[in-house]
């Protein structure tokens, strides 16, 4: 059996530059990352009981192209950006061309693991955001917090506060096991995959 995962990897402050496949994940954070971490765990589990079987657990960086609308996409569609006042975070992103290619990859090979699959390279957050041509506001981290939170319950946009450490905190994986192991070179780098979703909307 072999299965695929997406996974967010929480932004916490203490992370490395690159986080590898070994990285301890931390339950605590938002809702949807514990909710992740726990569905890894129970595969985890599955592993562990069900040694005959084959499980690779692909972690994909957020996904972006000229087909985006996922979270990451919708920030950079905003009129009006938040961002929090003195941080400037690393990020990194992944072309959906790419995260097809991974996946074929995957299904077309038996190699079980946990791989991280990101694009080429990294880019700060305020470079993303000023190539996405949008106005950056900035605001401390609590009022930026109550910012998305008002944002999100009158449905100006689809961001709930629980995603402000990932513009605080660097949160950026390590693909070198999935180029060793699985052979994924990604053919974009992050900064391509933001501009090819950018360009197409």
């Known amino acids: 059996k072999k299965d695929g995962l997406v996974l967010c990897v929480k932004a916490f402050p203490k992370n490395p530059n690159f986080i590898h496949e070994d990285y301890t994940l931390v339950m605590q954070g938002p809702q949807f990352v514990r909710t992740r971490v726990d569905v890894e765990n129970q595969i985890q589990d599955f592993v ?3 040694k005959d079987c084959s499980v690779t657990i692909l972690r994909f960086a957020p996904i972006l192209g000229p087909n985006s609308t996922n979270i990451r996409a919708r920030y950079f569609f905003a009129g009006i950006i938040p961002k929090v006042l003195g941080y400037d975070p690393l990020v990194q992103f992944i072309h959906e061309d790419d995260a097809v ?3 074929i990859s995957t299904l077309s090979n038996n190699i079980p693991g946990i791989f991280n699959i990101v694009g080429r390279g990294v880019l700060p957050l305020s470079t993303g955001v000023h190539m996405s041509g949008k106005i950056p506001v900035p605001f401390i981290s609590a009022m930026c917090r109550s ?3 008002a944002g999100y319950a009158s449905r100006i946009w689809e961001l709930p506060s629980d995603i402000v450490p990932f513009f605080q ?3 950026v994986g390590d693909g070198k096991k999935a ?3 699985l052979g994924f070179i990604p053919k974009y780098s992050s900064r391509q995959a933001l501009k090819s979703m950018i360009e197409a909307n």
């Open 147 to 149: 910012f998305f939170s």
């Open 179 to 181: 180029a060793d192991k």
């Open 48 to 50: 562990n009981t069900y």
């Open 169 to 171: 905190y660097i949160c």
């Open 101 to 103: 290619r991974a996946q």
